[in-house]
């Protein structure tokens, strides 16, 4: 009996790791969301501006800067990699400012990646 439960008790422990890795992704675009809905959302959200702007400034600027070529609300995007993201999230750009390591950890920040990425196209067949 002991030979058999350690076949048996393998396969159960290999089965659980594996259904572990397949919902990684999920709680990666999960936890990216609320990244987002913590630090982006203030700025890139869908909401209403402040008068007299019809958009909030972060939603605002984008749309003034890509006009119709993509959609000015980060969420919608689907051209966007996790290292974009990335680049943008720590370095800044125009009046948005940088995040350190301290206000968005590299995890959450790659969770963040995950979650505006997942509209990509090209990295679903990845």
Avoid at 1 to 20: E, F, R, W
Avoid at 27 to 48: F, L, M, R, T
Avoid at 85 to 114: C, H, Q, W
Wanted: aromatic share 8%; proline share 10%.
């Amino acid at each position: 009996m002991k030979a058999l439960a350690l076949p048996i008790g393998t396969s159960l422990a290999l089965c659980a790791l594996a259904a572990v890795a397949k919902d990684e992704p999920v709680d990666q675009i999960a936890k990216g969301k609320q990244v987002y809905e913590y630090n982006c959302i203030a700025c890139h959200g869908s909401g209403p501006g402040f008068p007299p702007f019809p958009e909030l400034p972060g939603t605002s600027a984008l749309r003034m800067r890509y006009g119709n070529s993509v959609p000015a609300l980060l969420t919608e995007r689907t051209n966007l990699t996790p290292e974009f993201v990335a680049v943008f999230v720590r370095n800044g750009i125009s009046v948005m400012p940088f995040y350190r390591k301290t206000e968005i950890s590299d995890p959450d920040l790659a969770a963040l990646g995950a979650y505006l990425s997942r509209n990509n196209p090209d990295l679903k067949s990845k």
